[in-house]
């Protein structure tokens, strides 16, 4: 820098250095000739764009694999708190059938019976709410994917394949089935 009446003077060398700019670009030197720069630009700029290109196709397949391992987690989750769910329920089940065969073992109304049917429905209840039901059979077309056959019964007053008898109730919890239900069958020959 020079100084000149206690001012400082910048020289035009010295402000290209603080401001970086190419030494090429004062007046007095002489330019690079602009057909040479834009082939080199162009094929600078089409390297640039096919990179960004590449990126961003590996940012959405990431995006894409991330919301697909969320989705499965959460699906894992909730398939887990239904087996645990399940597996608890399937415990509950043989109360459900011993207040089943306690009901019916006496007709009489008393309190003590009137109790038990009050704790039962309290529990059927609670196991409706939490999405038990149980499985249709007596009546119904035997059906192997929600009904054990027990016995087949010949008979002519039943069409073939219809369940006669419940033994023991079968459950489902929402569409999963907990267990199936223990029915006769009837095998009608004319049908």
Do not use: C, W
């Not at 002489?30 to 990179?51: F, G, H, N, Y």
């Not at 006669?164 to 929402?174: I, P, S, W």
């Amino acid at each position: 820098m020079a100084r000149t009446n206690g001012k400082s003077e910048v020289e035009p060398r010295e402000l290209d250095a603080e401001h970086e700019l190419p030494a090429g670009d004062n007046e007095g030197d002489s330019p690079i000739p602009q057909q040479a720069v834009e082939p080199e630009a162009d094929s600078e700029t089409q390297k640039l764009k096919a990179e960004r290109d590449t990126l961003l196709d590996r940012m959405a397949r990431m995006q894409a694999d991330f919301d697909n391992a969320r989705k499965r987690a959460a699906r894992e989750q909730q398939d887990f708190r239904e087996y645990a769910m399940a597996d608890a329920i399937k415990g509950l089940l043989p109360i459900l059938d011993s207040f089943e065969r306690a009901l019916q073992t006496s007709a009489e109304k008393s309190e003590f019976r009137s109790g038990v049917e009050l704790i039962y429905k309290q529990l059927q209840d609670a196991l409706a709410r939490m999405g038990v039901q149980p499985v249709p059979a007596a009546g119904k077309p035997f059906d192997p994917r929600f009904h054990e056959a027990i016995e087949m019964v010949d008979t002519d007053q039943s069409p073939d394949h219809e369940v006669l008898e419940e033994l023991q109730r079968g459950y489902k919890l929402k569409d999963r089935l907990l267990r199936p239900a223990m029915v006769k069958v009837a095998r009608n020959p004319r049908h």
